[in-house]
């Protein structure tokens, strides 16, 4: 250490004490202690505890809260337009989507329909064929039926032409009978 810096510590060193007390002494006390715990002092520490404390709630009743609600105000009422518009764009895309799948199914069911007409056409188509196959089987059956009973109850024997004739006749005039 130079000469130069030893006597700058020196110097502070002897000069600080001078600045620092020894003990801390109350605000016009003779004796050290805390000033806030003086009973002397409290009345003028509650009036200006009643005081700022007054202040405070002033700034904060009128000034700070009104800001605070009006920004949550805004939050809310924004939070509420989005949900609101989510809502009808939910709303709107379930409409879309209930309307296609309608539009699916309507579009299934008439391919079954038309599935379902085909078959019913061609069994109705197969069921007439089989009834003229059975009416006219059925002219041939009536007519050998009828030539075997002429001739074992009356013993005439006739033609199976005859008993077509007359067989088709008889089928024709039964089924007039049962149109009307």
């Known amino acids: 250490m130079t000469e130069n810096t030893r006597n700058r510590l020196t110097a502070i060193a002897v000069a600080l004490p001078a600045f620092m007390p020894a003990k801390a002494f109350a605000a016009g006390a003779s004796e050290p202690g805390l000033p806030q715990l003086d009973i002397a002092t409290w009345p003028s520490q509650l009036f200006w505890l009643v005081v700022l404390f007054g202040a405070g709630y002033l700034v904060m009743a009128k000034i700070v809260t009104p800001r605070i609600g009006a920004v949550l105000e805004e939050r809310r ?15 709107e895309f ?10 699916k199914a309507e579009a299934a069911d008439a391919k079954i329909a038309k599935k379902l007409a085909d078959k019913v056409g061609a069994a109705e188509a197969k069921l007439a064929e089989a009834k003229t196959s ?12 009828a030539m075997a009973a002429v001739a074992s109850l009356a013993g005439i024997k006739t033609s199976s ?3 077509s004739k007359t067989a088709s006749s008889i ?3 039964l089924a007039k009978q049962e149109t009307n």
Do not use: F, S
């Not at 379930?94 to 539009?103: G, P, Y």
């Open 77 to 91: 009422q924004t939070v509420d337009g989005d949900l609101e518009k989510a809502r009808i764009e939910a709303a």
């Open 94 to 103: 379930a409409k879309q989507a209930a309307m296609e799948a309608t539009k």
């Open 134 to 145: 059975a009416m006219a089987n059925l002219n041939d059956v009536a007519a050998e039926a």
């Open 161 to 163: 032409a005859q008993a």
């Open 171 to 173: 089928a024709t005039k």
